[in-house]
């Protein structure tokens, strides 16, 4: 049986891959992936914390999970949009559209 401290290892692997492909990549589409991949390592990792408290903070991770996808959902439309205006995803070519 899978016990808590698995959990919370694999939430903090999975959180840490997530923050350095939020750092390593410029690309619109991995920075999206790599936000997703951090925020379910969060999710993991309070799953592992409430396998000890009870069941209420399960449905709480569900829930925040369909936010997530949400959030995903918003953000690829957000790029897809930033595509069509700019013709690139690339974050260093997108700064200066400020110009």
Do not use: C, H, P, W
């Given at each position: 049986?899978?016990?808590?401290?698995?959990?919370?290892v694999l939430g903090i692997i999975l959180f840490t891959?997530?923050?350095?492909?939020m750092v390593l990549?410029?690309?619109?589409?991995?920075?999206?992936?790599?936000?997703?991949?951090?925020?379910?390592?969060v999710f993991l990792l309070f799953f592992g914390a409430s396998l000890k408290i009870g069941?209420?903070?399960?449905a709480i991770i569900l829930i925040l999970m369909a936010v997530a996808a949400a959030e995903a959902a918003i953000g690829l439309g957000?790029?897809?949009?930033?595509f069509r205006?700019?013709?690139?995803?690339?974050?260093?070519?997108?700064?200066?559209?400020?110009?």
């Open positions: 049986m899978v016990g808590a401290y698995e959990y919370v891959i997530g923050i350095v492909g990549r410029r690309n619109i589409i991995f920075l999206l992936i790599s936000i997703e991949v951090a925020m379910n390592g069941y209420i903070s399960q957000l790029a897809i949009s930033v205006i700019a013709r690139t995803v690339n974050t260093d070519e997108l700064s200066d559209l400020k110009e």
